[in-house]
């Protein structure tokens, strides 16, 4: 049986090896022993997993319920983002800094506390009887995810040896983690309807107390050596990621025209320069430069940016065909992405098996393809028909951009030591992260702004809006089908 997801290193030193683990809870299994996980290692998953599908439900349960809470907690229109970006910002920015902190200080003792931060901070929030209380308790929820996410990830990958058996424990993390995704956002429905949008909050909570009763008893320590923390490289990537993040997630609700938006993205941009320069020349970056030389880090996590940001922006963009331009009902739209968040999770259970028999770089590159392929299919909409050809399309898309999911995941931590994996995760995370942060935002913009272009020229509004959505599913399809050829070229071929 072929290693699944391992690209032999050919531009980067070899980096200096590190102490691995102090209590490793999987010994590296030859190939002859079963695929199978053992009653321990199933529980130990269920866990791991239980935790990331909290903060991919975290991320969507409250939106559906953004116009009750308004009113309830006196937030304005203009406030209402905050309730998502107070979350959004801390997740995003601080990945990297935590996945640091969890190699040096422990990854069980930095995942529980960010658990127990992030079930504290759901209490808050349920219980908040003001807006500023309900905003610090978001913004808490989201410094603990920011420590859950890639400190769970690299449990995963030491707790599970390189090849089928991480291959498919990350198969399922990704699957539970699309699934959360479309769950919240029908369960939030749900849950506000019946019971309120606290409630939303509350499911959060009982949701953190029960991973954490269960977490202490399965995890055993894991760490890399203990070395200075880099102070200027925490602070730029941590200050560039939050002025990106801000500025995207400002821009997809009030638009690139606010003078905070550019300003926020280009220092973010600036500061994520002097960051590559802080690394540089530090003795013990936060992020070691020769990670990012690696072929399968660089183009794997690459690979797993253009995925996420390119299926959040069909989704988007199908959700205006269907509601704007069929009329079709917020119940039926939902249903609609309730099929796509199935396939993602059948996507999800076949990503191991395909890589198990291709490599984790091919079935990377063939999930790319069939995402772009299945994208330029619905450019053949139509102004009054294609409920089905959207149901299939981004059905299979989906399905699809989850085994690229599993696979870039797979593919970007492959053959690093275990004390490398806090790094590995959380550049495994950032990039997701911040492909839900690219995608929506500026494939809206094209996608308005050629509407408003047609629109002047005398097209009608139908017309102009399908016009700007096909302008914006043209070009996801183009950037994917142009990362899953550079992945092709560069990764695809190789493989042991």
Known sequence: ????????????????????????????????????????????????????????????????????????????????????TAFALPTGSFLLLFGRLGDQLGRRRTFLTGLALFTGASVLAALAPTAPLFLAGRALQGLGAAALVPTGMALITTS?????????ALSINGSLMALGFTVGMVVGGVLTDTLGWRSTMGLLGVGGVLVLLAAPRLLTESRGERTRLDVPGALTVTGGLFGIVYGLSTAAEEGFSRPDVLVAIVAG???????????SRSAEPLLPLWMLRRPSVAFGNLAGLVTVSMMTAVVFLMTLYLQDLLGVSALVSGLVFGVQGLASVAGGALAPRIARRIGAPRTLALGLFGQGALTAALLGLGTGSGLWLVVVAVSLASGLHLVAVVTYGVTATSGLDDADQGRATSLVTSAMQLGMALGIPLLSALSVGWAGVLRSGGTSADAATLGGIKLGLAADTVVLLAVGTLVALTLARRRR
């Open 1 to 84: 049986m072929p290693t699944t997801a391992s690209v032999p290193e050919t531009t980067a030193p070899a980096p200096v090896a590190e102490t691995v683990t102090e209590t490793s809870p999987v010994r590296p299994e030859p190939s002859s022993v079963s695929h199978r996980f053992t009653p321990r290692e199933i529980l130990l998953l269920v866990v791991l997993c239980a935790s990331q599908f909290l903060v991919a439900l975290d991320f969507s349960v409250l939106n559906v319920a953004l116009p009750v809470l308004g009113p309830d907690l006196g937030l304005g229109e203009a406030g209402l983002q905050w309730a998502v």
């Open 160 to 168: 599970f040896a390189e090849g089928p058996k991480r291959t498919k």
């Open 269 to 279: 941009l600036l500061l994520l320069v002097l960051f590559v320069r802080v690394e």
